[in-house]
């Protein structure tokens, strides 16, 4: 039996029907890494814009993210992509680098949102309504391609990371807890970009 496709437009319209006329999307990638930084994106959509294949960005090939980044950066209404630094990660840890990351995409936006949407169930004040939903980058439209956009960006910036500590196999595993990377973390230790704040189980501090 096959599932009924989902509205990834049920979101937004429930928005407009309440008045908000300029809704953005907004994801995060990179919250679990053990180095570099964290990504998020916000992505404002043409009302009820229809692009095949959209959905979370995990679910995705790496080929069909790239492609679909292409198609949302060219048909968004406006787009912001920011990052928080590994250091700013370390310093107020990784819920808040994430809501600032967040918060520097939105500001990117060169459209002023009136309601933003953000995947997950924890937000913080970012200075205009905000609706958390958990799954969303599989349930909105913007959310996801929101997802999209974060992922393709850190996975490229990982991709170029790896040229300068190609002792850790970033291009790989762009960052994540992999057995590979665990095993040059012992041989090598940490280089200027991992997370301190991640180590320290593994270093037993």
Partial sequence: MKENPV?????????????????????????????????????I??????????????????????ALYDVITERAVAYGIAFASEQEIDEINILQATFLAMERAMQKLT??????????????????????????DSLSASIAAASILAKVTRDQLMEELDGEYPQYGFAVHKGYGTKRHYEALREFGPCPIHRRTFLKKFYGE
Avoid: M
């Avoid at 924890?122 to 958990?134: E, N, Q, S, W, Y």
């Fill in 7 to 43: 509205d990834l437009w049920r979101y937004e319209r429930e928005a407009f029907a309440e008045g908000f006329a300029v809704v953005c999307g907004v994801d995060e990638a990179g919250r679990g890494p053990l180095a570099g930084p964290v990504c998020a994106a916000a992505v």
């Fill in 45 to 66: 959509l043409p009302r009820e814009t229809v692009i095949e294949g959209l959905n979370d960005s995990k679910k995705l090939t790496d080929q069909k993210r790239r």
């Fill in 111 to 136: 459209v002023r949102p009136q309601l933003a949407l953000i995947d997950g169930n924890r937000a913080k004040d970012f200075g205009l309504p905000v609706r958390t939903i958990v799954h969303g």
